[in-house]
């Protein structure tokens, strides 16, 4: 939890900035009015927390209630969380007392609930969700490829550090693109492919729910709707699935190839799938430096190779018909992006190499990749062939846009969004 604001009940919106504006020289955000808690609010921004002064706009208000009651003064302690309903649950379970059941609009289009004071010590505890900067992309959306469906999936969202995301790129040019959050976070979607034809083919499948509390808050981890989901609406179980491809061994993207079975052993979460996975990719994953070892977590791969159902391929094996891997390097040494051609039209799935719409410019390149030359390298060479042969491109970590055909206008590339 992150200190948002502190509220202050006012008598007289003018009088109290005349104090905390004209004397104490702090800015002042605009005005707002909520009629569903009748007051006005002003906010004044002091470090990273703000003062919030909210003066009664109807007898009625709990504002007035309070002056009437206790005069003007110290009215809550507002804290931020990134998903209330959760945090209210949460509480609920612990046995405090709150005074919202279920969270309500408050200002700045955020969600907010109250903790009940006799819980507090005395201290109104107001929770806030801000609103959501990003929109998310998240039920599955369909493309007709030749004879081929294409089915974009979501595992969820998680988030990262936006620093760490667009390398050597400074902060005010990534971040009117995805605003991160008050921990420098950015979200990313987790959208495995699944590519139907004679077979159900899916590609990459999120990061699964082996995940510990700890690393979940870290990654800000939001699986309440998750690939199990998304598979139902798309029309399937796991159990339909004939193929399962990996484009690097990476959590993030073969976290959901495990699932932990009632004995507690870890076992193929796809029951009918054949697995692949690139060679050399295996080898670096089982055999991991102090670079990647957070990355190439065991459990999602190995037990695959226990049950017999993993097949590693080369560069440029065809894992299924009309569906191959192709070479990138970059992120990793053997990082494979996956081509699909039918119907003399093709589209790719390229994982970690743009993992967002918003790295299609080449040095825009993830301070995570082990060898940034050789992402630059293809990225600059795998647009131009892209934007002439309008590939459909599927952004796997892109919260808001699926996928799209890079095309270019007076020199610059952009990407037409499609799903
Ligand atoms: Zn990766
Ligand atoms: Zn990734």
């Known amino acids: 939890m992150i200190l948002d604001h502190l509220g202050i009940a006012v008598q007289d919106l003018e009088k109290a900035l005349a104090f905390f504006r004209d004397m104490l020289g702090l800015h002042v955000e605009a005005t707002e009015e909520v009629g569903s808690q009748r007051v006005r609010a002003t906010f004044l921004p002091a470090g990273d927390p703000k003062l919030e002064l909210l003066e009664a706009t109807a007898p009625e208000s ?24 959760q945090a209210l649950a949460t509480l609920r379970a612990r046995g405090v007392r709150l005074i919202d059941e279920t969270p309500r609009p408050g200002a700045e289009g955020a969600l907010v609930a109250f ?46 550090d936006g620093g760490a995301m667009f390398g050597v790129v400074p902060r005010p040019l990534w971040e009117t693109r995805l605003p991160p959050d008050d921990r420098n976070r950015i979200p990313l979607g987790m959208r495995p ?31 309440a709707y998750h690939l199990d989901h998304s598979l139902a ?39 009918k799938a054949r697995y692949i996975a690139h060679r050399q990719e295996w080898e670096d994953a089982t055999h991991p430096h102090e670079r990647n070892r957070a990355s190439y977590l065991q459990e999602n791969f190995v037990p695959l190779m226990e049950a017999g159902v993993l097949t590693l391929v080369d560069d440029g094996a065809e894992v299924a018909p009309g569906i191959r891997y192709r070479r990138s390097g970059g992120h990793t040494m053997h990082h494979q992006v996956v081509t699909i051609a039918s119907g003399g039209r093709t589209a790719v799935f390229v994982a970690d190499m743009f993992p967002t719409s918003a790295h299609l410019p080449a040095p825009w390149v993830m301070g995570y990749d082990l060898y940034p030359m050789d992402t630059l390298a293809f990225k600059r060479a795998f647009t131009r062939e892209a934007i002439d042969g309008e ?25 037409d969004r499609v799903l």
Not at 396 to 411: F, M, N, Q, T, Y
């Open 115 to 160: 903790v009940h004071p006799s819980a507090s010590h005395g201290v109104l505890v107001e929770l806030k969700q801000p609103a959501d900067r990003v929109p998310r992309f998240r039920t599955p959306a369909r493309h007709t490829l030749g004879d081929l469906e294409l089915v974009t999936l979501s595992d969820g969202f998680f988030a990262l």
């Open 391 to 415: 590939y459909l491109i599927f952004f796997e970590h892109d919260p808001s846009l699926a996928a799209g055909v890079i095309r270019e206008k007076d020199g610059k590339a952009y990407v």
């Open 62 to 85: 709990a504002i007035a209630k309070f002056v009437e009651r206790r005069g003007p003064g110290l009215h809550h302690v507002a804290f931020r969380v990134p998903d209330i309903h």
């Open 193 to 223: 492919l699944l590519v139907r034809g004679d077979q159900n083919v899916i590609i990459d499948a999120g990061c699964g729910d082996k995940m510990d509390a700890k690393s979940a808050a870290i990654y800000g981890l939001e699986r």
């Open 233 to 271: 609406e798309a029309g399937l179980t796991a159990e339909d699935i004939d193929v399962v491809v990996a484009s690097h061994l990476h959590f993030d993207h073969v976290g959901g190839f495990t699932a932990t079975a009632a004995d507690g052993r870890l076992v193929p979460r796809f029951p």
